[in-house]
């Protein structure tokens, strides 16, 4: 019996020893058949510029509304949720240091072959800009500086600081001139590739739109950063050749759509299944007292009497829906429509301004004006003859601000968000109003300043979100402090 | 490792005894008092020797002794032990001891053991206690029978899946349901669900729930240390379930059991039936913003009327702000008449019973014919099962059909072996969405609504067409529901898992204290789900579907050798073992979200990209085990054990030992004994044990989106900061426990004490998103717990011929308390466990696990909500605003018997655990739930503090900034449907119910014998889930509290969104030996 028992211990640790052999597979076995060997930049970059485009085109209320373009008309809009959350505005947040991080991986990724790479690195840090500045203009101060820097071999900052605006508006402008000065030393021979949902593998249109974004920028900071925005512009205009810009239509950075689920154009989307919006009061009410050749591309007439009829902002109830006005068919109707990040009417917009201003921009505000219009007319399918019928008319150049800023205004449509930089900057169009039942109250007489923080900054970074919140004096989240270009007064 | 591998030899060798000479021979058999029948393997030992043997399969017996060797003991499981001189034939006969203290109760692994020798609580629920009310499935069955034991159900919908906590919660991870093993071997339990696991998704059921109750002999339920032997396996407990063998009778018995119940409806939410659909319409509204009209030409100009569900007023207004109805208004709506092109008003009326009448009676049945054949060297169980169920929503229903095989062959006296296998089918037509989804009809029927909807014309009408043949999808709503009927007759989710899991184990027995095992277990499933979707306005306008297909497979070897010896005082078990595991995972899934032809469901009809997506995960491990017990003098025990893993997830392999001890002084000091004290049994244990965690965490990858764009593969990183070091979490537990008998053992207590340090939680860490990653897997954490388990037996009545009452009293509690989450992250306070609509259950440094934060009222100082100018509250973000653990759970069972008839019934009980709802929160908003119309509210202005929430103070600020008592008006529409706060839907979720009675009737021995074949025969008139008896005052909607979100894993806990209410079932139960 012994013998036998002896002869058991032996299996016993034969098995025993089997078992430790065998687990050498053990690596093999945990790695994940799924995923993929490699990220091939091209297709990093289409996610994040298809993201980015999800995230912020499927926007119609929230900024639509601050902007005075859309307002709700079955669920009225008592800013209810105006509230830290990590869904609607949470998403573009997160859609922000999310993309940031993808498009660090393409930088870290050709960080070695960086020379044969240059397009696609170029590319990727534009739209790190990009992204930043979305950001920046919709929160004010935000990590930045300390952003990014979580992994411990870069640094293990999980705790990051908010930057203020006035250090983030510089080292954008610096870091997007850097590269327009990488830029028009010479393109690379790289292909951006397929992922380059944006301009279709064109650099060149990279580094317009890179300028461009400058431009923007800069106009944006004109009242409070003047001498980095007449730099800035000035250097720009005065070497167009050096810092090419957005100058037709069939440049416009528009992210176009696939006539397919899950990416139809995101407005379009909203329709197949909810019909909750329709065109705000002030907004039609301009557009007709203007006789604005580009009303009936902006909105579709009520059915009821085939009238433009505006709805107003958070009224205490429902209208009869078919009374109301709609958003116009070209901007809600088409599968494979459009989400607008930057029109080539914007750049003859902010230079007729800084010409208005004083800056050497090689044109007068008139002709810049005059330029943005018809670009902006022909962007709505109006004919020549109506776009010089309205110049000659309600929207004849009368050398003020206040002419470029309101057409601006209509010009922007659909890119909401610009419109409600444009809107806190320069208080037009002056007829904006907020929720007329806010769940504030009488506390604020104008649309929020800013966007909430999200719910996992309270989580998760709250010391750092609370001392943002006390520095930049935020109330309820969102008012309180206007942004640092935002001057204007008598708002709260 | 190697000091691992020597501790193992260790406890092997200490097995090793030596065999010393013997002299005359004494032969003889033992029986059993019951039936005559041989007893197999009963225990002969010479007292104050080692020298012994054990009955054969005829329960004969020949034994040396030595001269002078004057008593025998004699011993067997379930019998009382004798001791009888020496003579040299002895034809012994044992009687049966119906006392629990020598219960055998089967333990890791599949050994059997006296429970009176074990070091630590386990709990075992028997076949006829888990069947006798005629519960559907298993985890129905277990709710509230074992004492530190949660079962949550997930809503009354057919098929839905439930959750399993063992001694409360103490894990980070989603899934910490305990492992299941089915006659030695794990299956898989986990549920699949499609969906987002936060808003909605269907649950297509429990695993557990492939096993018909009526094949199973007993669960048992380790606990704690218990489980060590399971290691890395065991740390969210393990439920041990024996199916049935043919052990028994010797011959061939047949048996049919089958029972029916009707299904209905028994805890309908509190709506309001005072107020119909549309906005601004109450007397209050009328009063202030009617400018003098009649209340009816308020309510039709200005509040409500349907054209034809776009064109109106309000019409596509999903709420209930309307005007009052049932006073004579007469307004258009959907179902009246249309007389030439205009509709016509008509009488505004409430219909209060139209939820109840949208729900059928159900009926469940359940039929189990089994086979049983025992002989002298086999015995073999074969069952054929069919069960059908349909739910209380129509057009849902589950069926199951399975067959169950055991069978146990003795070859000779060295070798046999053992076959168990099971196989189940279960299809469902239809099974309920939950959640917020389009596919579960539960939010516009009774949170997002109208109330005076009429079921009957939506049921007449729902599959109305028009010339064309095309649906008009007549509806209330055109907006944004489907009508009811139409969702749950084309909008349908079909299920059919095919389940098979078997084991088999060859033995081989050279001598009779030494026994091998070589064992496989191998359990599969092959699921499909596919969910149609004709239209939906919200998720699918133009129809699609989904088609998921799941595989599973998991395979275990085990090598087991075990000894078992007696010397002299001293018995021992030995046994080594060492396992070989592998479970690969497969899934795919197709479907199209837009169709070109409604109703088609396949490929080809696909419109636009299809939906399409593949993934996989592998796990293997092996393991090496020994466990040990020691006994002395059938008064102390000592069992040790100890096992170690390796895994394919995790880089190191882990060791987990454990030791316990139990001693019995009634034994052991003969004086303790007596009339009072009949049985003492004080035990303690050690263990540490561990829980795995799923594959591919320790690295990160780049995945494609599921679908491309213009047919450019969309890649990203992972944004989650993987963690190549990860280990298992642990688990150091210790209890001690004390058992008490007395009056013989008519009252019998048991409680045990236990603690718990769980730690290196498997956590994935939520960051701000700002820092390069959305979230990071740590291993840290600590979270103590402690709890007590009583139970309390007591066999208060016992008279033969007369009336027997036993009455049974579980009740346990559990305290936990986050130590710490990761000390070198200090910002790291909270961690999140589940969340759904801006609330979040989170594990937080100092308080127990789960406790539920949202935006809270924002209080001053002194505790006075802060209302805002409107008069609404003001909310804080980020408070603290419920506590999801229960205090306590309690179970009272009383089974009652008089000569053939028993009955009894059983009452489950919970206190605590607070529950946000979903349903609450949008029937407040959407004015549908009584609350909205209490203290009548509606008709006037309202100040808060004054006319709602009155049992709280109200501030509003004053011109200097000063909090003063609130005096602002606002008016109910506004306070409810855009002035709530999460806090106000979190209810406290105790409830008192009466799970189960029944009544049965045996027919007595005189009245079968007159029916030839019949041997037994039992009737029983059943119920389950019988009534909600009491449910705390916070709970105003009156939900079922044992419910959850729309995920059945840890994601759901402390959530109810849009539950299916649950139902009552009633019936028969019909059992026939033959």
Request: charged share 20%; net charge negative; with cysteine.
């Amino acid at each position: 019996m012994e013998i036998k028992i002896l002869k058991w211990f032996g299996l016993s640790l034969i098995t025993a020893a089997l078992i430790t052999a065998c687990t050498g597979s053990f690596d093999e076995i945990n790695t994940d058949p799924d995923a993929l060997p490699t990220g091939p930049a091209t297709n990093i970059l289409g996610n994040v510029l298809r993201t980015t485009a999800t995230q912020h085109g499927g926007d119609m209320d929230g900024c639509g509304t601050f902007a005075g373009y859309i307002v709700k008309i079955q669920y009225m809009d008592y800013l209810g949720g105006l509230i830290p959350s990590n869904n609607g505005y949470g998403n573009r947040w997160y859609n922000c240091y999310w993309g940031n991080t993808q498009l660090n991986t393409i930088l870290e990724n050709t960080a070695n072959e960086a020379d044969e790479n240059q397009n696609i690195r170029w590319a990727a840090r534009i739209w790190q800009n990009f992204l930043w500045l979305y950001n920046v203009d919709s929160w004010g101060d935000m990590p930045y500086t300390e952003a990014l820097k979580g992994e411990p071999d870069k640094g293990g900052i999980l705790l990051s600081k908010f930057d203020t605006q006035e250090e983030i508006y510089p080292a954008i402008l610096d870091s997007l001139k850097k590269i327009a000065d990488e830029m028009a030393s010479g393109m690379g021979d790289d292909p951006i590739g397929d992922g380059d949902f944006l301009f279709g593998d064109d650099p060149l249109m990279w580094q317009k739109f890179c300028n461009s974004m400058r431009l923007r920028a800069a106009m944006r900071i004109s009242a409070v950063a003047p001498d980095l925005a007449k730099t800035t512009i000035e250097e720009i205009c005065g070497d167009l050749a050096k810092y090419p810009l957005i100058t037709m239509n069939d440049e416009n950075a528009y992210f176009r759509w696939q006539d397919s689920a899950p990416y139809f154009e995101p407005w379009y989307d909203n329709s197949r299944t909810r019909d909750d919006h329709g065109l705000f009061d002030i907004f039609i009410d301009h557009l007709q007292e203007m006789e604005d050749p580009r009303l009936p591309a902006i909105a579709k007439p009520a059915t009821i009497d085939n009238q433009y009829h505006g709805f107003e902002n958070g009224a205490k109830s429902s209208p009869q829906l078919n009374t109301v006005s709609r958003i116009g068919a070209m901007y809600r109707d088409n599968p494979t429509g459009f989400t607008p990040f930057y029109k080539s009417c914007e750049t003859y917009y902010i230079i007729a301004e800084a010409a208005m201003l004083g800056y050497e921009v090689g044109m007068s505000a008139a002709e810049a004006y005059d330029k943005a219009v018809r670009l902006s007319m022909e962007d709505n399918g109006v004919s020549d003859a109506n776009a010089t019928a309205y110049l000659n008319g309600k929207g004849k150049w009368d050398n003020t601000k206040e002419r470029i800023w309101w057409d601006q205004w209509v010009a922007l449509f659909k890119e909401n968000h610009e419109a409600w930089c444009l809107y806190r900057r320069t208080g037009v169009p002056t007829t904006n109003y907020p929720s007329l039942n806010s769940i504030y109250g009488s506390a604020h007489n104008d649309q929020p300043f800013r966007l909430p923080y999200p719910q996992n900054q309270y989580n998760y970074n709250r010391e750092q979100v609370e001392l943002a919140v006390e520095n930049q004096g935020i109330d309820d989240f969102a008012w309180g402090a206007q942004l640092w270009w935002d001057t204007r007064t008598g708002v709260h | 490792m190697q000091i691992r591998l020597f501790c193992l030899l260790v406890f092997l060798i200490a097995g090793i005894g030596l065999v010393k000479a013997q002299t005359t021979n004494i032969t003889g058999s033992v029986v059993s008092d019951d039936n005559n029948e041989p007893v197999i393997g009963a225990t002969l030992v010479i007292k104050g020797t080692t020298l012994g043997t054990v009955t054969d399969v005829n329960g004969k017996f020949s034994l040396k002794v030595p001269s002078g060797a004057k008593i025998l003991s004699v011993s067997f499981i379930g019998m009382k032990p004798l001791e009888l001189p020496i003579s040299p034939e002895m034809n012994i006969v044992m009687e049966s001891d119906a006392q629990a203290l020598d219960e055998v109760i089967v333990t890791g692994l599949g050994i059997s053991r006296e429970k009176k020798s074990l070091g630590y609580a386990v709990q075992e629920v028997n076949s006829d206690e888990l069947t006798k009310a005629g519960q559907m499935s298993l985890t129905n069955s277990l709710a509230g029978k074992v004492a530190g034991v949660q079962v949550n159900r997930f809503g009354g919908a057919v098929g839905a899946s439930s959750r399993i906590s063992i001694r409360g919660n103490s894990s980070f991870s989603q899934e910490q349901q305990p492992l299941i093993v089915v006659d030695g071997i794990p299956i898989a339990n986990d549920t699949k669900r499609s969906g987002d696991n936060t808003y909605s998704g269907v649950d297509y059921g429990s695993g557990l729930n492939d096993i018909n109750p009526e094949d199973i002999e007993s669960v048992t339920v380790l606990k704690g240390g218990s489980a060590a032997i399971y290691g890395m396996l065991a740390g969210n407990g393990v439920i041990l379930i024996t199916t049935k063998s043919g052990k028994g009778k010797d011959g061939i018995t047949v048996s049919y059991d089958g029972n029916f119940t009707i299904d209905r409806i028994s805890a309908l939410p509190k709506l309001q039936n005072e107020y119909g659909q549309g906005s601004g319409g109450d007397e209050y509204h009328w009063n202030t913003m009617g400018a003098g009209l009649t209340y009816q030409d308020y309510a039709i100009q200005e509040v409500f009327k349907w054209v034809d569900g776009f064109n109106g007023i309000n019409e596509g207004y999903d709420e209930s702000w309307g005007p009052r109805l049932d006073i004579g208004l007469k307004l258009p709506q959907y179902d009246s008449p249309v007389i030439n092109g205009e509709r016509q008003a008509t009488d505004w009326i409430s219909h209060p019973d139209n939820i109840k009448d949208f729900f059928e009676t159900g009926y469940s049945q359940n039929h189990t014919l089994s086979i049983q054949s025992q002989s002298e060297k086999s015995n073999t169980r074969a069952s054929l099962s069919y069960r059908d169920q349909t739910g209380t929503v129509p057009n849902t229903d589950q069926k199951r059909y399975s067959g169950q095989f055991n069978t146990d062959i003795r070859l000779n006296e060295y070798v046999s072996f053992d076959m168990n296998a099971n196989y189940t089918r279960t299809e469902s037509d239809n099974l309920l969405g939950q959640g917020y989804g389009g596919n579960n009809p539960i939010n516009g029927l009774m949170i997002w609504s109208a109330r005076q909807i009429n079921m009957a014309t939506l049921k007449a009408n729902w599959d109305e067409k028009d010339i064309n043949g095309n649906y008009t999808y007549y509806n209330w709503n055109k907006n944004y529901h489907m009508n009811p009927y139409f969702t749950i007759y084309e909008n349908t989710n079909s299920l059919q898992r095919d389940r098979f899991f078997a084991k088999t184990s060859l033995f081989f027995q050279p001598v009779k204290s030494l026994k091998f095992e070589g064992r496989l277990g191998f359990d599969t499933y092959n699921m499909k789900t596919l969910e149609r979707h004709y239209k939906d306005y919200g998720d699918y306008p133009d129809g699609g579907f989904d088609q998921r297909i799941y595989k599973n497979t998991e395979l275990n070897l085990d090598f087991i050798a075990s000894f078992n010896k007696i010397y002299g005082d001293f018995n021992v078990f030995v046994l080594a073992g060492a396992n070989y595991r592998n479970v690969n995972y497969e899934y795919d899934r197709m479907g199209a979200s837009a169709l070109t032809v409604p109703g088609a469901y396949t490929m080809s009809n696909k419109s636009g990209d299809p939906i399409a997506e593949m993934d996989h995960s592998r796990l293997r491990s092996n393991s090496v085990y020994s466990t040990g017990s020691l006994g002395w003098k059938n008064q102390l025990y000592l069992d040790l054990s100890a096992r170690n893993d390796w895994s394919s997830t995790i880089s190191e392999s882990f060791f987990y030992p454990s030791v316990s001890l139990s001693w019995l002084p009634t034994e052991s000091l003969e004086a303790l004994k007596g009339d009072l004290l009949s049985f003492l049994k004080i035990r303690g244990g050690w263990a540490e044990i561990g829980a795995a965690t799923s594959a591919y965490r320790n690295r990160a990858y780049y995945y494609a989106e599921p679908n491309s764009f213009k047919d450019v593969a969309q890649v990203y990183k992972s944004y989650v900061f993987p963690n190549a070091g990860l280990r298992p979490e642990s688990i150091r537990t210790w209890e001690i426990g004390i058992e008490t008998g007395f009056f013989d053992d008519r009252l019998h207590t048991d409680i045990a004490y236990y603690r718990k340090m769980s730690e290196d939680q498997i956590m994935n860490v939520s960051t701000s998103n700002v820092v390069g990653f959305s979230a990071m897997v740590l291993n840290a954490g600590k979270i103590r717990s402690k709890g007590v388990e009583i139970q309390l037996r007591g066999d208060i009545l016992r008279s033969k011929g007369g009336l027997n009452w036993t009455s049974i009293l579980n009740y346990s509690r559990d305290r936990s308390k986050v130590l710490e989450l990761e000390p070198d992250l200090p910002s790291l306070t909270s961690y999140q466990l589940g969340w759904t609509w801006g609330i979040a259950n989170q594990a937080i440094i100092g308080e127990p696990w789960g406790v539920l934060v949202g935006d809270g009222y924002a209080r001053t100082e002194d505790g006075a909500i802060k209302v805002n100018e409107s008069g609404l509250i003001v909310s804080e973000p980020s408070k603290k605003i419920g506590q999801v653990a229960p205090d306590f759970l309690s179970g009272w069972r009383n089974d009652f018997s008089v000569k053939n008839l028993s009955f009894g019934f059983f009452l489950d009980l919970r206190v605590g655990g607070d529950i946000w709802s979903q349903s609450m929160s949008h029937s407040y908003a959407a004015g549908t739930a009584k609350e909205t119309v209490k203290n009548t509210v509606r008709e006037r202005a309202i100040v808060a503090g004054r006319d709602v929430m009155t049992d709280e103070r109200f501030v509003m600020a004053d011109a200097n900034g000063n909090w003063v008592t609130n005096t602002i008006e606002t008016d109910a529409q506004s306070w409810f449907e855009s002035g709530g706060v999460a806090e106000m839907y979190v209810f406290d979720g105790s409830f008192l119910k009466l799970r189960e009675a029944y009544i049965s009737y045996t027919l007595p021995k005189s009245v079968l014998s007159k029916l030839n074949y019949i041997n037994k025969a039992t009737i029983s008139l059943v119920g389950s889930n019988l009534a909600l008896l009491w449910v705390h005052d916070s709970n105003t909607l009156r939900l079922d509290p044992e419910t959850g979100g729309v995920s059945s894993d840890t994601r759901g806990v402390g959530f109810e969104q849009a539950s299916v209410p649950s139902s009552r079932s009633i019936g028969l139960k019909l059992n026939l030996t033959f």
